[in-house]
């Protein structure tokens, strides 16, 4: 993941606004975030850029979201980051930049939701809305995602491993329980939906203890809705799961809940062993990562059907 050879600072964002976008130069810029793709700064009030900075592909992911954003927003009930440029490759930066609007919240890995029926509620409205059949030419999941869920026994047993080996979990014996059933269960045999495909705790916000806001579509695609389902698990606090089923429509059957738990689980591990490495080497860590992972991971070793 070689990432930039350019520094992205305040001034060459400055300077890209200048160049491509005039009328939006004269905006205050500060940093809002080093996600795993992008940086984030916020442009004013109501705006933010989006730049590649880790991996080779993320630029492509931004193309993306440019593209297909616009039109979901309006059918989604929550707020989204809603893509109202586009930056060009140029000599000061050579890659793909956006400039969306802005989702005021604070990221579900620095703070939970703790208002178990409002944050229930919120989710499932936002994946009944975005749970739509997805046209035959949608994009196609990176890494498995909203694939066959028994697709990704391998990244399991790897996180698992790394995660037993360092201490970071004790229970590996009911891990592995419940990604068996996970994993046997029926695969999803309906039209493909479209699912957001990365619903972990950094890319959901809170505020007053429920969820406000959904950001980073970059993985955006046509799949098996299980895959957004399993984020119940690492989002919403302990006795809200139920809740959650209950009112999300279409109504999940028993083998597509058995698979949300696989995602979140697999999710899980991801997040747990990333937070407590530092993300394989990126700036910073990330370490609030690991918190929620843990806490989902607990109660699904936790929870029966």
Same mark, same amino acid.
Not at 78 to 83: E, H, Q, W, Y
Not at 90 to 106: A, K, L, Q
Not at 164 to 193: K, P
């Given at each position: 993941m070689?990432?930039?050879?350019?520094?992205?600072?305040a001034?060459?964002?400055?300077?890209?606004?200048?160049?491509?976008?005039?009328?939006?130069?004269?905006?205050?810029?500060?940093?809002?975030?080093?996600?795993?793709?992008?940086?984030?700064?916020?442009?004013?009030?109501?705006?933010?850029?989006?730049?590649?900075?880790?991996?080779?592909?993320?630029?492509?992911?931004?193309?993306?979201?440019?593209?297909l954003l616009?039109?979901?927003?309006?059918?989604l009930?929550?707020?989204?980051?809603v893509?109202?440029?586009?930056?060009?490759?140029?000599?000061?930066?050579?890659?793909?930049?956006?400039?969306?609007?802005?989702v005021?919240?604070?990221?579900?890995?620095?703070?939970?939701?703790?208002?178990?029926?409002?944050?229930?509620?919120?989710?499932a409205?936002?994946?009944?809305?975005?749970?739509?059949?997805?046209?035959?030419?949608?994009?196609?999941?990176?890494?498995?995602?909203?694939?066959?869920l028994?697709?990704?026994?391998?990244?399991?047993?790897?996180?698992?491993?790394?995660?037993?080996d360092?201490?970071?979990i004790?229970?590996?014996?009911?891990?592995?329980?419940?990604?068996?059933?996970?994993?046997?269960? $029926? &695969?999803? =045999?309906?039209?493909? %939906?479209?699912?957001?495909?990365? *619903?972990?705790? #950094?890319? /959901?916000?809170?505020?007053? @203890?429920?969820?406000?806001?959904?950001?980073?579509?970059?993985?955006?695609?046509?799949?098996d809705?299980?895959?957004?389902?399993?984020?119940?698990?690492?989002?919403?606090?302990?006795?809200?799961?139920?809740?959650?089923?209950?009112?999300?429509?279409?109504? $999940? &059957?028993? =083998?597509?809940?058995? %698979?949300?738990?696989?995602?979140? *689980?697999?999710? #899980?591990? /991801?997040?747990l062993?990333? @937070?407590?490495?530092?993300?394989?080497?990126?700036?910073?860590?990330?370490?609030?990562?690991?918190?929620?992972?843990?806490?989902?991971?607990?109660?699904?070793?936790?929870?029966?059907?």
């Amino acid at each position: 993941m070689p990432g930039n050879k350019v520094e992205i600072t305040a001034d060459l964002i400055a300077a890209l606004l200048r160049e491509q976008h005039p009328d939006l130069a004269g905006l205050p810029l500060s940093l809002g975030a080093l996600g795993w793709d992008n940086q984030l700064w916020r442009l004013g009030n109501d705006l933010a850029v989006r730049l590649p900075w880790a991996t080779d592909d993320a630029d492509e992911l931004l193309l993306k979201e440019h593209r297909l954003l616009p039109g979901l927003a309006s059918r989604l009930p929550l707020p989204i980051p809603v893509p109202k440029r586009l930056g060009l490759p140029s000599e000061r930066f050579p890659r793909n930049w956006i400039v969306t609007t802005w989702v005021p919240g604070e990221p579900a890995d620095r703070t939970f939701a703790t208002y178990g029926v409002a944050a229930a509620d919120a989710l499932a409205a936002f994946l009944s809305a975005l749970h739509d059949v997805a046209p035959p030419n949608a994009p196609v999941g990176r890494h498995g995602r909203g694939g066959s869920l028994s697709a990704s026994g391998g990244g399991v047993t790897h996180f698992l491993k790394l995660a037993t080996d360092r201490g970071l979990i004790t229970t590996a014996d009911q891990v592995l329980e419940v990604w068996e059933e996970a994993a046997a269960a $029926a &695969d999803w =045999a309906a039209s493909a %939906r479209w699912i957001h495909a990365d *619903l972990h705790p #950094a890319n /959901v916000l809170i505020k007053d @203890g429920s969820i406000c806001g959904i950001i980073d579509f970059g993985d955006l695609c046509a799949g098996d809705p299980a895959c957004d389902l399993g984020a119940a698990w690492l989002l919403l606090p302990d006795g809200a799961i139920d809740r959650f089923y209950a009112r999300y429509v279409p109504h $999940a &059957d028993e =083998a597509t809940m058995k %698979r949300a738990r696989g995602w979140a *689980l697999l999710k #899980a591990l /991801v997040c747990l062993v990333i @937070g407590d490495d530092g993300a394989h080497g990126r700036p910073g860590g990330k370490a609030t990562w690991a918190p929620p992972a843990l806490a989902a991971i607990h109660r699904l070793t936790a929870a029966t059907f």
